[in-house]
C-alpha cells in the first residue's frame, strides 16, 4: 500500500523548508503573514460555533409558525 510521503519528513528536510521560506518572504514578512493565518483560523473556528445556534433558531421558527 502507498502512504504519502509527506508522514516521512526527516530533520533535514524541515530545515530546507524554514530557509526557503526565509528566502522567498524575509524576517519582516513572516510574522505578518502567521498573524493574518491566525486570524483566519480563529475565525473559521468561530463561525464553526455560531453555526449550530443559527441553524437551531431557524429551525425552532419553522416548525412554531405564528400567525
Known amino acids: 500500500m502507498?502512504?504519502?510521503g509527506l508522514l516521512?519528513?526527516?530533520t533535514q528536510?524541515?530545515?530546507i523548508i524554514?530557509?526557503?521560506v526565509l528566502?522567498?518572504?524575509g524576517g519582516k514578512k513572516i510574522?505578518?503573514?502567521m498573524r493574518g493565518l491566525g486570524r483566519g483560523v480563529k475565525e473559521f473556528?468561530?463561525?464553526q460555533r455560531e453555526e449550530p445556534t443559527e441553524n437551531q433558531n431557524s429551525t425552532n421558527n419553522n416548525n412554531n409558525p405564528q400567525n
Do not use: A, C, M
Request: net charge negative; no cysteine.
Open 2 to 4: 502507498y502512504t504519502s
Open 8 to 10: 516521512f519528513i526527516g
Open 13 to 15: 528536510e524541515i530545515i
Open 18 to 20: 524554514v530557509v526557503l
Open 23 to 25: 528566502l522567498l518572504f
Open 31 to 33: 510574522p505578518e503573514l
Open 45 to 47: 473556528k468561530d463561525g
